[in-house]
């Protein structure tokens, strides 16, 4: 089962900036999709940015401008460049595997256990 492991959190002010990272193991020969979500308390899991595996990249309507999805095929990671940090971008974030490519046990869907970002004001 592949492992997804992120990294980079921590807390800073408004308007700072923070490169989270997402490191993909145990891929046994698949390449996949990567998205970046994140969860506030009492709020729903949402979408952030997503990177395909030619380097096409998605972003939500809050990220655009300020965050950067990046991948390193070489090193099998995955980051998030977010600048200009808001209050509200306080959330644990979390990357997944979307399309998946290779052989046929090749799934999508896994995620990693997260990584917290807080901005105070």
């Known amino acids: 089962q592949v492992q997804l492991v992120e990294s980079g959190g921590g807390s800073v002010q408004a308007g700072g900036s923070l490169r989270l990272s997402c490191a993909v193991s145990?891929?046994?020969?698949?390449?996949?999709?990567m998205s970046w979500y994140r969860q506030a308390p009492g709020n729903e899991r949402e979408f952030v940015s997503l990177?395909?595996?030619?380097?096409?990249?998605n972003y939500s309507d809050s990220a655009k401008g300020r965050f950067t999805i990046s991948r390193d095929g070489a090193k099998k990671t995955v980051y998030l460049q977010m600048n200009s940090l808001k209050p509200e971008d306080t959330a644990m974030y979390y990357c997944?595997?979307?399309?998946?490519?290779?052989?046929?046990?090749?799934?999508?869907?896994?995620w990693g256990q997260g990584t917290q970002v807080t901005v105070s004001s």
């Open positions: 145990r891929s046994a020969g698949c390449n996949y999709d």
């Open positions: 990177i395909s595996i030619s380097s096409n990249t």
């Open positions: 997944k595997t979307e399309r998946a490519f290779g052989g046929y046990w090749c799934r999508s869907g896994d």
